[in-house]
């Protein structure tokens, strides 16, 4: 495991060095926070071979043998079935390891099953749960770890996991809504396509014929359709392998680093996308954010965790900012007004939440507020692509007709001087 170096706040408000091996920076943190202390940086220092002196706790872990950290993945319905499940035993006074065990016997069988078993062995065998999740980071992210690490130290973890069962709740809400915005013009769109090929393909052939044999100067419109036509019968493989290159060609560049800085501003330049992304993106944070400040997460690991709820690489870099910022002893809110991604009502809210100590609430409201408003956009948006698409469609389809009618008017001119 690569030796880490951090820099931490005791609880006695001093800052401290030291170095720990550790399989990621989340790993560090979470023993920080074992010993209730605050974790301002961490770097990665070098993959020497293991000493005695790498781990913060000097009785560390002859209690706690980690398993490897499992390959598997699990849906996201079985997570939050597990934790629906969690939060209700919990709250009827269910103690955790009998609540493991009948969740792995309720999935017996499967992978996810599996894991749910080395997980119960290690929580019989003392490890506290968040440990034992922190073995499976493929399944279980650093918002939940850090969640249920902040349930165990406040004896609420039932409370716990229903706020982890809400926020889920509301981000799977919010991605079917946009899904289901979308159906209707993705389908409208694959079926003014698939009607094009048809006429392409099966059509206008047909007339290419009828124009060829009967001698007639054929105009400019019909001769660049019979044009394309014919390019489309005899390099269509050609086309669509074009096509799909350009496709995956452009997905792969604007996922890779060089390319996805690129992708986030355009999609941050645009009129019509600005707001939407802008909406979705602080929603996603300060619905993290609220759900770890509710669960009794500190701010810093809370913002820390929250940074990677953002999907745009900008809104990250802001995150960071606002995390710097309040590690010099700044406020949240006078850090968040110096950002220009974040609207005017968002900083007010913050504020007000950050005066009135209802900082973890405010944000979880006005995540609910932003969704909404997400929501509408996705809906606005929509209703201007379906009628785009049909003006599109009568467009081609106006030109077929009339590239198609012209020749037919003369040919019947020439047979009516005839």
């Known amino acids: 495991m690569p030796l880490m170096t951090y820099k931490a706040r005791a609880l006695d408000g001093k800052v401290v060095e030291g170095r720990l091996r550790a399989r990621d920076e989340h790993e560090v943190r979470m023993r920080l926070s074992e010993k209730g202390m605050e974790t ?8 020497a071979a293991p000493s005695a002196s790498d781990s913060p706790d000097p ?50 069988g ?74 209707y013009p993705i389908i409208l769109s694959c079926l003014a396509t698939g009607a094009v090929i048809f006429l392409v393909s099966f059509v206008l052939p047909k007339f290419a014929t009828v124009f060829g044999n009967s001698g007639v100067q054929l105009p400019a419109p019909t001769r660049l359709l019979l044009w394309m036509t014919h390019a489309f019968q005899l390099y269509w493989y050609w086309l669509f392998l074009g096509a799909g290159t350009c496709v995956g060609g452009g997905v792969w560049f604007f996922r890779n680093p060089a390319g996805r800085p690129i992708k986030d ?61 309040i590690l010099r002893g700044e406020g949240l809110a006078s850090n968040v007004s110096k950002s220009p991604l974040f ?21 979880s409201r006005m995540a609910d507020y932003l969704e909404e408003i997400a929501q509408r956009q996705i809906q606005r948006i929509s209703a201007l692509f379906e009628p785009a698409v049909i003006v599109v469609m009568g467009i081609i389809i106006g030109f077929i007709a009339v590239s198609l009618m012209l020749p037919l008017f003369r040919l019947s001119s020439a047979m009516a001087a005839r």
Do not use: W
């Not at 249920?148 to 509301?170: C, N, P, Q, Y």
């Open 265 to 325: 501003r355009v999609a941050l330049g645009l009129p019509l996308l600005r707001s939407l992304v802008t909406a979705t993106q602080t929603a996603a944070l300060l619905r993290v954010l609220g759900t770890l400040l509710s669960s009794g997460v500190p701010l810093v690991d809370s913002l820390s965790v929250a940074r990677d709820a953002c999907s745009n690489i900008f809104f990250k870099k802001a995150v960071e900012e606002v995390s710097k910022g």
């Open 110 to 183: 499967t992978a996810f099953g599996d894991m749910l078993g080395e997980i119960h062995r290690s929580v019989s065998a003392g490890n506290a749960l968040s440990r034992a999740l922190s073995d499976h980071p493929r399944v279980f992210d650093e918002f939940y770890i850090s969640a249920v690490k902040a349930g165990e130290t406040s004896g609420k973890l039932a409370d716990v996991f229903a706020r982890i069962d809400l926020h889920m709740s509301k981000r799977e809400e919010l991605l079917s809504r946009i899904r289901t915005a979308l159906i």
């Open 343 to 363: 609207s005017p009502s968002v900083k007010r809210m913050i504020e007000t939440g950050e005066r009135t100590g209802r900082l973890a609430f405010v944000t």
């Open 59 to 108: 009785q560390a872990s002859a209690a706690h043998r980690p398993l490897p950290p499992s390959g598997s993945r699990a849906s996201a319905g079985e997570i939050r079935s597990m934790t629906a499940q969690l939060a209700l035993m919990l709250e009827t006074g269910t103690p955790l390891a009998e609540c493991l065990l009948s969740l792995q016997e309720q999935t017996e």
């Open 40 to 47: 301002l940086s961490i770097a990665s220092l070098s993959d």
